[in-house]
């Protein structure tokens, strides 16, 4: 825990140098083990084989019961450095987080892949999260382990070890044997009851005769009338804090400028049943309000459904790993709310809450869960994160976007409209499926597709366009009033754009590369990024070079490009 904290504090300040670190330590082992490989992976690798080792090394760290595992890509057995070619793109390695999440049962990504410039060569390091507790973690449906230094199936034995964790260790449920009613605060207590007897009408008339040990009880926040860590976080006294320590029992608030500077924060302790109606005020209840446009959009909405923010403050409380140390934030931005708690996703894939609608099968705070449920604070049921989904798709706003890397649990909502044009689709075609819109969301907000969304949206004829930039449909836009859109997007034919180069240099003899940047760049389709137009300018002038249509007659560094017999 404490390697933890110290290496996220690195990677704010001097990861490169701790990573280099790291290299050197791994490179001094004596031998490789459970939670460390290297592979030579000069030039390239087997995905499935990456896939494996993941599964592998994450499962060990699991039992090894370290937070992280290494695999080196660029290093030989004997622990020398000789340097790999693999995905050489930053780009590619990033990709590549998501690549592995798509093949795992729970969603575990890499913590963060590392490029090392070591003096023999590159070395590209991988850092692996231990399996969350309770839950190995499977590549492609299969288990794996370590056996010495060997890659093999994961055990049933090692398996089940795994599993158990889950049984047996549920931080919410500890007694506080110092603890007493003392130390619990009254108006929390009294707001527990009065969301019980909300929650459970049938036993509304019993509530107000039981005494507070026996209310406890009932509402499963202590066991057998002795308070445990639960009871404290949602109920607890702000004085109490210490009871949980090293545990952050708080939720940070932060309010950011458009600039991304701060403007304001406070933060909120215990009792946490109070401290969500504290964080719900502080955040400003504006109203966004649309253009116009015939009947399509009301006039205006709250920029943030309630029930949103409620559900995400109440599920950072819920799933928070509280052994991490960490605080609950919520930084609200000029037009977005963002949500972080520490800890995996539990439940592993976002997509497949919202699309199965089911009750989590896991839960990392069962007895915290519980508790918070009997308090009408979150629904175990299930539905949560498709209600949020909902919501915002209602108001035809982007949904909701969770990042689950880097350990942590990060939902931002968008409180406006990123693509009006987005918003035109869903307001005027009712009959899509909420998995179509999750995938056009992706598209309105340039991310990558699976082979399944692409296949989904292309076989309705939603989008076009090459991987990765697809856009969307000449048929949507036409309906919708796109058309200008769809044009921007699409690119014209590469002749065009050489038939407008060579025109430009035949009135004006010559042209510097400025200048034909300035006569191309805004012809190329919108959703091209700077980069990428660089590329495609320089591309375009380097096959008329090749072809002996244009030559430099400038410098290097400074080009100056003419037609060659400009005067036939």
């Known amino acids: 825990m404490r390697w933890l904290k110290r290496h996220e504090a690195a990677g704010k300040t001097g990861q490169a140098m701790d990573v280099t670190q790291k290299l050197s330590e791994l490179l001094g082992m004596s031998a490789e083990n459970e939670v460390v490989e290297f592979k030579e992976a000069k030039n390239s690798y087997s995905f499935a084989d990456l896939g494996k080792y993941f599964s592998a090394l994450s499962n060990e760290a699991n039992l090894k019961r370290v937070p992280a595992a290494w695999l080196a890509f660029g290093v030989n057995n004997s622990r020398q450095v000789v340097g790999s070619a693999y995905r050489t793109s930053r780009t590619d390695l990033d990709h590549l987080k998501e690549e592995i999440a798509n093949k795992t049962t729970n969603r575990i990504t890499f913590i963060e892949i590392h490029e090392v410039a070591h003096a023999q060569g590159r070395v590209v390091l991988f850092e692996i999260p231990a399996a969350p507790q309770g839950l190995p973690v499977a590549f492609e449906g299969h288990y ?172 950072c409380i819920a799933h928070q790993d509280y052994t991490l140390c960490g605080r609950i934030n919520v930084v609200e931005g000029d037009e977005s709310l963002t949500f972080t708690n520490l800890g995996s996703f539990v439940p592993g894939d976002v997509q497949r809450v919202v699309m199965e609608d089911a009750p989590e099968e896991h839960y990392r705070n069962r007895f915290l869960a519980t508790a918070m449920f009997n308090l009408k604070m979150v629904d175990t049921a299930g539905g949560g994160i498709r209600k949020m989904f909902q919501y915002q798709q209602e108001r035809f706003f982007p949904l909701p976007d969770y990042d689950l890397t880097k350990g942590r649990v ?122 990428q137009r660089k590329i495609k300018v320089s591309n375009l002038i380097g096959e008329l070079s090749r ?7 400038g410098s290097d560094a400074h080009p100056l490009w003419a037609l060659i017999n400009a005067g036939d």
Not at 161 to 186: F, K, Y
Not at 216 to 224: P, Q, R
Not at 547 to 553: E, H, T, V, W
């Open 144 to 315: 794996y382990g370590r056996d010495g230094e060997a890659l093999s199936p994961l055990n049933l034995e090692e398996i089940e070890r795994i599993r158990a964790q889950a049984a047996l260790e549920d931080w919410s449920a500890a007694v506080v044997p110092e603890a007493g009613l003392g130390d619990l605060d009254a108006e929390a207590l009294r707001v527990a009851r009065k969301n019980f007897k909300s929650k459970f009408p049938d036993k509304a008339g019993e509530v107000d005769a039981w005494d507070d040990r026996t209310f406890l009880n009932k509402a499963k926040l202590t066991v057998k009338g002795k308070l445990t860590r639960t009871t404290l976080l949602l109920l607890g006294k702000d004085e109490a804090e210490h009871f949980l320590t090293p545990a952050d029992s708080k939720i940070r608030w932060l309010l950011k400028d458009r600039d991304g500077k701060d403007r304001d924060y406070e933060v909120f302790g215990l009792p946490l049943l109070l401290a969500v109606d504290k964080v719900f005020n502080k955040i400003r209840k504006l109203k966004y309000r649309y253009m116009r446009e015939g009947t399509l959009f009301p006039e205006e909405v709250d920029q943030y459904e309630p029930y949103a923010i409620r559900e995400a403050v109440n599920n």
């Open 410 to 531: 990060k939902l931002t909502l968008n409180g406006k409209v990123l693509d009006m044009d987005y918003a035109r689709l869903l307001a005027s075609n009712g009959e899509l499926e909420l998995r179509e819109i999750m995938a056009l969301d992706k598209v309105q907000k340039r991310q990558r597709l699976d082979a399944d969304e692409v296949a989904l949206l292309k076989a309705k004829g939603l989008i076009e366009g090459r991987k990765p930039n697809y856009y969307i449909a000449k048929r949507v836009a036409q309906k919708t009033g796109q058309k200008a859109t769809y044009s921007k997007n699409r690119a014209f034919d590469k002749q065009y754009y050489i038939d407008l180069l060579c025109k430009a240099l035949g009135e004006h003899d010559s042209l510097t590369r400025k200048d034909i940047d300035e006569l191309l760049w805004n012809k190329l389709p919108d959703w091209m990024t700077d980069k």
């Open 547 to 553: 072809k002996r249509k244009i030559a430099n007659q």
